[in-house]
């Protein structure tokens, strides 16, 4: 498979920089106009994806100086765990760590809020993955505006500009970790609101799936409009170069997982990734080993 195969249907849904950006210049249903008919296809072509990331991975890993730390965010139902399972299930899980964000525990209301996530970011040689994030504290938080009170922050600090001054922290924040090595890519599993409805009544029609329900969700849904605000003006503000956001069309699982798949390839691709090269003093100690074990008697 060449590269460009599956990276092809990348750029349409990378963001680089937020101005302009609006959400309601993306559809969630997107397909690149790829029909139903097409998805066998496309499922094939995921496949071959992953097995080119798994040799990038491994080239990652032996170079051991870069990282790469991708953020999911997204509205509940939209794909985030099956999409993070599937487009990773080649890579060796050594060099592969997922970390998943909930509402914070008392132990992290007592620091500022990117604590929690820096602990958790990628070793050099590793990628990374966040299910939730610190975007979190520009969605939910935004959104409900008592989760900020309950943050202990000092309240003079808790002025009208609290949202452009998260913003601000989160661009220096992952500015720095790409000045330090870490390439960071940002998914927003763009859903519909009607698709959500749907997979929402899945879950409560099938009895295997009845677990995954939470009628805290079906509350959350009802702040839909504010969410897709949240999220538009995050994207805006925080959609860089070195750390862009790709909006996944979301409401076909097989066509959201084949960009992501396609963006994680396209970022290693773009590190020009490559075994370490063996000097001639390792390349003399490699020599002396195999004479060594090829002048061991046999047993
Ligand atoms: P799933 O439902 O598939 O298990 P999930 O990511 O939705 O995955 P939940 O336990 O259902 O996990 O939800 C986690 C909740 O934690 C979300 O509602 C999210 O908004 C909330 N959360 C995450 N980070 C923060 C934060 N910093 N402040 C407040 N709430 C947060
Ligand atoms: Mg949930």
Same mark, same amino acid.
């Given at each position: 498979?060449?590269?460009?195969?599956?990276?092809?249907?990348? =750029?349409?849904?990378?963001?680089?920089?937020?101005?302009?950006?609006?959400?309601?210049?993306?559809?969630?249903? !997107?397909?690149?106009?790829?029909?139903?008919?097409?998805?066998?296809?496309?499922?094939?072509?995921?496949?071959?994806?992953?097995?080119?990331?798994?040799?990038?991975?491994?080239?990652?890993?032996?170079?051991?100086?870069?990282?790469?730390?991708?953020?999911? #965010?997204?509205?509940?139902?939209?794909?985030?765990?099956?999409?993070?399972?599937?487009?990773?299930?080649?890579?060796? $899980?050594?060099?592969? #760590?997922?970390?998943?964000?909930?509402?914070?525990?008392?132990?992290?209301?007592?620091?500022?809020?990117?604590?929690?996530?820096?602990?958790?970011? $990628?070793?050099?040689?590793?990628?990374?993955?966040?299910?939730?994030?610190?975007?979190?504290?520009?969605?939910?938080?935004?959104?409900?505006?008592?989760?900020?009170?309950?943050?202990?922050?000092?309240?003079?600090?808790?002025?009208?500009?609290?949202?452009?001054?998260?913003?601000? !922290?989160?661009?220096?924040?992952?500015?720095?970790?790409?000045?330090?090595?870490?390439?960071?890519?940002?998914?927003?599993?763009?859903?519909?609101?009607?698709?959500?409805?749907?997979?929402?009544?899945?879950?409560?029609?099938?009895?295997?799936?009845?677990?995954?329900?939470?009628?805290?969700?079906?509350?959350?849904?009802?702040?839909?409009?504010?969410?897709?605000?949240?999220?538009?003006?995050?994207?805006?503000?925080?959609?860089?170069?070195?750390?862009?956001?790709?909006?996944?069309?979301?409401?076909?699982?097989?066509?959201?997982?084949?960009?992501?798949?396609?963006?994680?390839?396209?970022?290693?691709?773009?590190?020009?990734?490559?075994? $370490?090269?063996? !000097?001639?003093?390792?390349? =003399?100690?490699? =020599?002396?080993?195999?004479?060594?074990?090829?002048?061991?008697?046999?047993?």
């Amino acid at each position: 498979m060449k590269t460009k195969d599956i990276t092809r249907y990348v =750029k349409p849904y990378e963001v680089r920089s937020g101005k302009g950006f609006r959400l309601r210049d993306f559809d969630p249903a !997107d397909t690149a106009g790829l029909g139903a008919e097409s998805k066998p296809k496309a499922q094939e072509l995921l496949q071959k994806g992953v097995e080119r990331l798994e040799q990038l991975q491994g080239k990652l890993y032996a170079q051991d100086s870069h990282a790469l730390l991708l953020v999911f #965010q997204a509205m509940d139902a939209a794909g985030k765990d099956g999409t993070i399972k599937h487009v990773m299930s080649g890579v060796n $899980p050594e060099g592969c #760590q997922v970390y998943s964000f909930k509402a914070p525990s008392q132990e992290d209301l007592e620091h500022d809020y990117l604590w929690r996530t820096t602990r958790c970011m $990628p070793e050099r040689g590793r990628i990374g993955i966040f299910n939730r994030s610190y975007y979190e504290e520009v969605l939910v938080v935004r959104v409900h505006p008592e989760l900020l009170e309950a943050e202990k922050l000092p309240r003079k600090l808790l002025g009208k500009h609290i949202w452009k001054q998260r913003y601000e !922290d989160i661009r220096n924040f992952e500015n720095y970790a790409t000045n330090n090595g870490t390439v960071i890519r940002k998914f927003f599993l763009h859903l519909s609101k009607e698709e959500q409805r749907k997979r929402f009544l899945e879950r409560l029609d099938t009895p295997e799936k009845n677990w995954k329900f939470s009628s805290a969700d079906v509350k959350e849904r009802g702040y839909w409009d504010n969410y897709q605000e949240a999220y538009e003006e995050m994207i805006q503000h925080t959609a860089t170069k070195s750390a862009p956001w790709y909006v996944i069309p979301a409401d076909n699982k097989w066509f959201a997982r084949l960009v992501v798949a396609g963006a994680v390839v396209h970022a290693l691709d773009e590190l020009k990734l490559h075994y $370490p090269v063996v !000097d001639e003093a390792k390349k =003399k100690e490699l =020599k002396q080993a195999e004479a060594a074990l090829r002048g061991e008697k046999k047993k």
